[in-house]
């Protein structure tokens, strides 16, 4: 099993999800049909802009950020509720699944985070997460 099947198991395309800081290469890719929203620092248009001079970095395959991170995982469904979405309004019980890749070490809170995704999944939601190692 490679990296991106592992962090697909258990994942359904049609259920909701949501996966954070995909930049160039999403674990669940919104072209290939996945129900799910992206979560960044910046909005999409920024986030090309800042990398467009990266050889690293094919902007043309950087998904549509949908809900910008607003210091927590809770803050930032609470404010894409009140703007795009009401469903998020409370950060609870509204996601089926979470991808976090490379992005825990960033957290502002860690602790919280995890209390964040608790919270904010459906019973049998799934966490699903790479965390760099050394």
Known sequence: MNRIDFLRAGLNKDSLGLEIGPLHN????KKDGWNILTMDILPTNLIKKQYQDNP??????????????SGSLFKSLKNYGLYRDNEFINGLNCLDYIISSHNFE??????????????????NGILSMAIPIG
Not at 26 to 29: D, E, H, L, T
């Open 26 to 29: 999403p674990i669940c890719p």
């Open 56 to 69: 690293d970095v094919d902007i043309a395959y950087i998904e549509d950020i949908d809900i910008i991170f």
């Open 106 to 123: 960033h957290q502002p809170n860690p602790i919280q985070f995890l209390v964040d995704c608790q919270n904010a999944l459906r019973n």
